[in-house]
């Protein structure tokens, strides 16, 4: 990182402290990129608290209330700190590594194991993707927000429910309404600190619902998932990624290729029905 750039304003939401571990190492990967880490617990936690400053000791620490997943500490920290000390925002969170059901992105099925790999690996991986990942906004001035590649998602008819108060949250904000934006799920990004200069003051964590442990689409830090990626293209910036995981490749395409193959469902008229390499060949009225 360049000697004239600003520290980074690293904010880590650490919902489950037991992550700290795994985080910190990842941490050590922004190698000597001057940073402020800015660390946001749901209870207070002393011996953790001592074990984040001890790491790193120019770390503050907040206990916030258990509001909008990651999103609702993520906008108390942005209210709280001044965004002109810093060129960039690093967001992170500590994401659990459950098993569970595959997620489409861009025609890429992705596990909830997956998901948290490329969230975090894309942005700081290793030291090399971290300063390639800096290099980038060095290189394109147009280049708003990264994040991981197959997880940067344009909206689409599932998003469309959501419209409706994102276009009323952009035009809070004095931007322009965005029919077509992309964003990262997941929320883990870098960005510009300045393009968020607006979110700031603007809404409260009070704003958010309780967070209970329960995923509920359709909530308000859903659509602010949505809304930090507007944000960016409503300032004419892009939104990218550049890093790809290989065993996820991998483990991806064959999965595409084992459902071209063969494909076993129920359809809307209740009907069993198999297909082998796209072709119906067996369908039966259940």
């Not at 998901?115 to 390639?132: C, E, F, H, R, T």
């Not at 990262?184 to 960005?191: D, L, N, Q, Y």
Request: aromatic residues 14%; glycine residues 4%.
């Amino acid at each position: 990182m360049s000697s004239s750039h600003k520290p980074v304003a690293v904010h880590l939401h650490l919902y489950y402290t037991d992550m700290w571990p795994e985080l910190s190492e990842q941490l050590q990967n922004l190698d000597d990129t001057p940073y402020d880490l800015f660390v946001t617990l749901t209870q207070n936690n002393p011996q953790l608290e001592a074990q984040i400053k001890q790491f790193h000791p120019s770390t503050t620490v907040w206990i916030v209330e258990n509001m909008g997943y990651d999103i609702g500490p993520f906008i108390e920290f942005l209210n709280r700190i001044n965004l002109d000390n810093y060129d960039y925002i690093l967001k992170l969170h500590s994401k659990h590594p459950t098993n569970g059901d595959v997620t489409r992105f861009n025609y890429w099925p992705v596990s909830r194991r997956y998901w948290k790999i490329l969230l975090s690996q894309a942005l700081i991986g290793s030291p090399k993707i971290w300063q390639n990942n800096l290099r980038a906004f060095d290189n394109d001035n147009l280049l708003g927000m990264i994040g991981s590649p197959p997880l940067i998602k344009k909206n689409d008819h599932t998003d469309k429910p959501f419209l409706p108060v994102l276009q009323d949250n952009l035009k809070k904000l004095g931007l322009p309404p965005q029919n077509n934006f992309h964003f990262v799920a997941g929320t883990m990004f870098i960005v510009r600190s300045s393009l968020f200069k607006v979110l700031q003051n603007q809404y409260s964590i009070y704003d958010f619902q309780k967070t209970d442990g329960q995923i509920r689409n359709g909530t308000l830090a859903h659509i602010f998932e949505r809304l930090f990626g507007a944000v960016v293209n409503a300032q004419g910036y892009n939104i990218k990624g550049f890093h790809w995981n290989w065993k996820f490749l991998i483990n991806s395409s064959c999965r595409l290729f084992l459902r071209f193959c063969y494909q076993k469902k129920i359809n809307k008229q209740n009907k069993l029905l198999i297909k082998i390499c796209k072709i119906p060949v067996f369908q039966k009225k259940l």
